[in-house]
């Protein structure tokens, strides 16, 4: 017996997929199956969990020497998802299956030993390298088709078993097709209204809500930081369908996208412990590098709570991307790049033993700058907003005349929709994205707005980053006031918020 066929499957490198052609050659040589094309170990023991499957199905394995090669060569592949398409290959080229049923075919699935099809991490971003590369029809497993039905554009099929689906390319039964997208039942967010006090701080995360900017909250336990950083999700605008793609993306090849409502609209938040190691924080882990916290809340937020007991190293890692929007992760066979432009919350106590007020502080002074200090100035350098929260001394009184989430929410709407007019010619959404380069040739302010801006320069306590970062808070201000352009009194109030004594 002498054959040769092939069949298409996908490999994944961060959340971008790659088309795969998988060839297998049969006869020529003693017994024995040969896989080639740079396959990790996963995939290496495929070649036993494919046979297996196979005769298990009732099918008859080649008793030939079975090369079976991998292309592009030169790309690692990595996982169990080739084996439905390495199982079918095989077949076809022992005869067992027509080669032209495999044609614009993409098969997606891991095999157990009895012929059954185990679902896969990363099927959504598999499905939308198959759609652009032009293929046509994608066989995944079952339990996954609720994930494959939010790609368009393609014919996708869920089977059960291996059994099934070599059936169905003898065109003797049917597969499965995806229902309509499951849409996540709507879960109302908490209520801002339940707050008590805090003017200051409510007012920040109101300004960090409209414009897209990173906040510090420093405070004694109990004053609400918790509280404030849960309620920001109900103040942001739902994701656009590019986002909420992209982010469930990022779910998928993390192995956290929900089956029902695999498409979610709502901002993420996400808010790892402070024990949490750096391959969770950014992503990571041998192998494969997965994406982390920091990509996990892509247009969402990242919430560090008790920010000051995270290693200095953990909180250095978060300077690039947020920078950037973005993690590269390097590995010997090349750089995996993440998405991860988030909205970063910080949470602080002002000191180690954090009593209920600041007269019961037993920690030296020496402890206290030593506590906030693991808050280097780079990284506090972009942070946007600081704000202190104080102690609450009564009860009584303090949740009256609350604004809700709803009636902030509708300023916070009005601001960014101002925003994204403005910038829309640019390609910029919110003024935290914008370049201080472009806020400061593109839409410069008169030099009487900006002379607090330069006084804080002369004085030393402001960074050129820092300045610009006013700047974007001083345009975020104007916007939720209702003006054109900042004024004078709005960077002045930009820079309040930028003051050291929330560090």
Not at 285 to 314: M, Y
Not at 351 to 363: G, Y
Not at 377 to 400: F, K, W
Request: glycine share 10%.
């Amino acid at each position: 017996m002498a054959g040769l066929a092939r069949a298409w499957s996908v490999a994944l490198r961060g959340v971008d997929g790659q088309v795969v052609e998988i060839e297998a050659a049969i006869g020529g040589g003693l017994p024995g199956v040969h896989l080639v094309g740079l396959p990790d170990a996963a995939l290496h023991e495929s070649k036993d969990r494919v046979r297996a499957a196979v005769v298990n199905s009732g099918r008859t394995w080649p008793n030939e020497r079975i090369v079976l090669a991998l292309s592009p060569a030169t790309l690692r592949k990595t996982g169990s998802a080739f084996d439905l398409a390495l199982a079918c290959c095989v077949l076809a080229a022992g005869g067992a299956v027509a080669q032209a049923t495999l044609d614009r075919t993409v098969l997606l699935g891991e095999l157990a030993l009895d012929g059954r099809l185990r679902p896969v991490r990363g099927v959504l971003p598999c499905l939308l390298a198959a759609r652009a590369t032009g293929l046509e029809r994608v066989v995944v497993p079952a339990a996954t088709l609720p994930e494959a039905a939010l790609v368009d554009g393609l014919d996708v099929f869920g089977a059960d078993t291996l059994s099934d689906v070599l059936a169905w390319l003898a065109g003797d039964v049917a597969l499965r097709r995806p229902g309509p997208v499951a849409a996540g039942a709507p879960v109302a967010p908490p209520d801002l209204a339940d707050v008590m006090g805090q003017p200051d701080a409510r007012h920040a995360l109101e300004v960090a809500a409209a414009g897209g900017h990173h906040l510090l909250m420093v405070g004694p336990p109990g004053t609400g930081k918790t509280m404030l950083a849960q309620r920001i999700t109900g103040l942001l605008p739902e994701l656009d369908p590019d986002d909420a793609l992209q982010l469930a993306a990022i779910r998928s090849v993390a192995g956290r996208l929900p089956d029902d409502g695999p498409l979610s609209t709502v901002a993420p938040f996400v808010a790892p412990h402070h024990s949490t190691s750096m391959a969770a924080l950014v992503g990571g882990g041998s192998g494969t590098a997965r994406p982390g916290a920091v990509s996990l809340a892509h247009r969402g937020i990242l919430f560090l709570d008790e920010c000051a007991e995270f290693g200095p190293h953990l909180l250095e890692s978060l300077r690039t991307p947020l920078e950037e929007g973005e993690v590269r992760l390097a590995r010997a066979e090349g750089t995996v790049r993440y998405p991860a432009r988030f909205q970063l919350i910080l949470a602080a106590n002002p000191c180690p033993c954090a009593p209920a007020h600041d007269r019961d502080c037993v920690c030296p002074s020496l402890a206290r700058r030593r506590y906030l200090g693991r808050l280097s100035g780079p990284l506090l350098d972009r942070v946007d907003l600081r704000t202190r929260m104080l102690p609450v001394t009564a009860l009584t009184g303090l949740g009256d005349g609350a604004e809700s989430t709803a009636t902030v929410r509708a300023r916070v709407q009005a601001a960014r929709a101002a925003a994204a007019a403005r910038w829309a010619e640019h390609g910029w959404r919110t003024n935290a994205e914008v370049p201080g380069p472009a806020l400061r040739t593109r839409f410069p302010l008169p030099r009487s707005v900006t002379r607090p801006l330069d006084a804080g320069l002369r004085a030393g306590e402001l960074t050129a980053r820092g300045a610009d970062r006013a700047l974007r808070v001083a345009w975020t201000l104007g916007d939720l006031a209702g003006l054109d352009r900042p004024r004078r009194e709005t960077v002045e109030s930009a820079l309040y918020f930028r003051d050291r004594r929330a560090a």
